[in-house]
């Protein structure tokens, strides 16, 4: 497997820029196929550079400063950190960030990608003293190569196997300090010894409307597009307290406001109709979210419903249900995760138009 791309740190501060003076530079770095390469162009383009540009997640910023400033101090490698939360949240962004913080350099793999211990090799024999390893989606790592990551963590040693059977050898090989970031969407799928090996834990929550709204400014200005605070506000709200659904909402409105507007600036009434247009409502669902909530409705009588059964339904892969739809869904009160399954609650269905009345939800849900 070839080795992706590696990214250097930068140690000399630098002044903030209030505009990117090249908005449409070539992305810096290449994340292989992890993601939507459409979601990972943009992203980079506004991807927060230093710590300080990071909006919002306030508690989590803290601690991290506080391990960097220490760190820097004592001239030692940082602790392996792992960093879970819903996908858009800023995983990667922070990751990248501590890096270039430290001025060291971040190679960059997920936990797909390494098949066998020795796709695992070359980035450890490559980490320098103090630089970074961000392994992302390290929950789907598998379990062969988990193992060969234990000692790596916990002695920066390899044990490598040579020969079969009786004239099998093992051969230890010793590693620079050096610091591996993992990222995950399911902190409950990393096995007890994984996540045990790991310092220092984050886990990154939904972001307020506030914290949203500061994010759209400073990229409608990174983007040198005009946008009315009241749009702002609207993306804010909408965005699923999502960074990347904020960013996302805002290259739309930018586009339908290109097309639509003559002087291209979005305003209140061309978020509304840029927003209809998309099928995104009041509170930032889509119609994949809606589409979830009258499956689990109409098919399963408001649930209980397997996952499973759910994704086979709707003809969507089950993780990307368990991912992207159920977490803000689950924020929101619209369902709840029962050991027999999902269950909409008398609020997603009012949400939809359905009036729930006096009855109970199960009474409610005898309609359907
Ligand atoms: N705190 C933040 N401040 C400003 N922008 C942010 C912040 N967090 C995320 N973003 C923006 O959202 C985009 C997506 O963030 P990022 O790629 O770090 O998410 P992630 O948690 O790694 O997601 P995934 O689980 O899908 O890999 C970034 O490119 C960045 O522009
Ligand atoms: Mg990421």
Redesign the pocket.
Known sequence: MAREKVIQGDSTPRPKPERASTPLAAPPVALGS??NPD?QR???????QRLS?????KKVLGRLQILLDATLKRKEPLGHIL?D????????????TLAREMGVECQITSGPAVEAPKDLLSYLTNASYGSVLFI??IHRLRPNVEEFIYPVMEDFRVDIVLGEGMNARTINMKLKPFTIIG?T?RSGMLTAPLRDRFNFREH?EF?EVA?LAE?VR??ANKLRTAIAPEATQQIAIRSRG???K??NLLRWARDFATVKDDTGSITLPIIEQALAMLEVDQLGLDQQDRRYLQTLLSVFAGGPAGIQALGHTMNVPPDTLE?EVEPFLLRLGFIQRTPRGRVITSSAMEHLGITTGSGTVDEQRQLF
């Open positions: 992890v993601f979601d943009f992203d980079d383009e506004l991807r927060p540009e990071i909006v919002g997640q960093l939360g819903p996908p858009g949240l800023g995983k990667t962004t922070l990751a990248m992302d989606e990222a969407t990154l972001y914290d994010i400073r990229n999502t960074p990347r904020a960013n991912d």
